[in-house]
């Protein structure tokens, strides 16, 4: 039986017609290599943003039901010119949407997970040599009902496809060679990571490394599938391996930076010091999907009783937000609400961290010595957040990949061989 290699483009990658054709050769090499191959893309270049601000010009609020049957038109596009172009340079081939293959969803729109992928349709095409191009980012309810995944979700996509099938890999092609230690196109010093374990990727995509969608690495370590991150541009180059083993790197506390713009910082003042409080005000959030990240309570003013609350939520959450907390007031008393958009998530994460104590206080420091104020802190075992100043994002960043060693004239190689996937 022929390996199975799920390959996924993003939006650059088939961004106009010569760029799906130079896809199409991508994936007809990859076949070439004896392989069965199903790939997943996303819409063409910036599509879904496009369609957005279309919906935006009808309505400022539209439904999330009907977003979901726009957005889903752009990943509709590309399968079939792929699948035209693969035709074209003499690939057999064929493109599926979500319903046709069976990628069934819960019933939320927007952000959507997947339940299950059906894999019969699937295989049947491959096992007549067709290539099988598939939409990302789309899927399917019981009820027939048209779902997204999330802004990125075509990565999602593209691992479940690949666990579904047990195959033995997924490539994930994009605009930049690979996962780096932060953003490259923020820092040009990053230096790109040969390889890198589930659990720190997993952090990383968290805190903001938008090159792989969080829950792609949550189902590729659930399904223990290797995935690749690689230019579309430049083939011949391996990437970033992403794998389940943790032996890696372990010598250096810290493997990553990186930013996060998309929150936003609530402060709701004057709750009541009282068994309670925090369970209305974040059941009210979690009943309408709203996602809280950092929370901090403040120390009680036992005079008054009272407290504040300050939680960070995604930006494009903030009008559901404003209405919830406006339905529970009606349980539960406080005084003001301020919102803060201009702020950052700056984090760094490493499996090291674990060994290495004293990493925290670093950060701390080298914030402090450019005069950087930290305005909320939240960590993991392999994770520590800062939320600053939007302004003095880029600035957090790159001293903080100088000071923990990861410019690319320090870095450290990684020893040992690289498993052969
Ligand atoms: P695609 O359209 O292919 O899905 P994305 O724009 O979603 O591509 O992801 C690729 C981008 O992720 C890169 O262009 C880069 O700017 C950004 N990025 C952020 N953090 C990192 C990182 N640590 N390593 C590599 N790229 C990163
Ligand atoms: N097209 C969708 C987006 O731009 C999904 C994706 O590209 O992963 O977010
Ligand atoms: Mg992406």
Do not use: W
């Not at 799920?6 to 290599?33: C, H, M, P, W, Y």
């Not at 009008?319 to 984090?347: C, M, P, R």
């Amino acid at each position: 039986m022929k390996n199975i290699i799920v390959q996924k483009f993003g939006g650059t990658s088939v961004a106009d017609t010569d760029k799906i054709k130079n896809v199409a050769k991508a994936v007809i090499r990859e076949k070439n290599l004896g392989n069965d191959v199903v790939v997943v893309v996303s819409a063409m270049g910036h599509t879904t943003d496009i369609l957005t601000k279309l919906a935006k010009e009808i309505s400022p609020n539209p439904s999330s039901r009907e977003m979901d049957m726009l957005l889903s038109t752009g990943e509709g596009v590309s399968i079939a010119l792929l699948a035209m172009a693969l035709q074209a340079q003499g690939c057999k081939a064929v493109s599926m949407n979500a319903m046709q293959v069976g990628i069934i969803t819960e019933n939320v729109h927007s952000k959507a997970r997947i339940l299950e992928i059906k894999t019969e349709k699937i295989k049947q095409h491959l096992d007549s040599g067709e290539v099988v191009v598939i939409a990302g980012f789309q899927g399917i309810t019981d009820d027939f009902e048209i779902t997204t995944l999330g802004r990125g979700g075509s990565d999602t996509s593209a691992v479940a496809i690949a666990g579904a099938l047990s195959a033995k890999r997924c490539d994930i092609y994009t605009d930049v060679e690979g996962v780096y230690t932060t953003d490259p196109r923020i820092v040009p010093c990053a230096s790109r990571l040969e390889q890198i374990s589930y659990e720190e990727m997993l952090e990383l995509a968290r805190v903001g490394a938008n090159v792989l969608h969080p829950r792609a690495v949550e189902t590729a370590a659930r399904y223990n599938t290797p995935v690749r991150v690689r230019s579309t541009f430049k083939l011949e180059n391996l990437g970033t391996l992403i794998l389940g083993v943790d032996k890696m790197e372990l010598h250096r506390p810290v493997t990553g930076v990186a930013s996060d713009l998309s929150q936003l910082r609530v402060v709701v003042c004057d709750v009541p010091d009282s068994p309670g409080t925090a369970a209305v005000l974040f059941d009210g959030l979690a009943e309408e999907n709203v996602s809280v990240d950092m929370i901090i309570q403040s120390y009680a003013r036992k005079a008054l009783n009272t407290n504040d609350i300050a939680f960070t939520i995604d930006k494009t959450d903030l009008d559901k937000t404003k209405e919830i907390l406006e339905k529970v007031k009606s349980k539960l008393s406080f005084g003001n609400i301020f919102i803060d958009d201009k702020i950052a998530k700056i984090s760094i994460v490493g499996a090291g961290m674990i060994d290495h104590p004293g990493i925290a206080a670093k950060m701390f420091r080298t914030l402090a010595s450019l005069d950087i104020n930290i305005k909320m802190i939240s960590t993991s075992e392999i994770k520590i957040s800062c939320l600053v100043e939007q302004s003095r994002a880029n600035d957090a960043v790159e001293a903080l990949h100088k000071v923990f060693g990861l410019d690319s004239n320090e870095i450290a190689e990684v020893k040992g061989d690289l498993p052969n996937i």
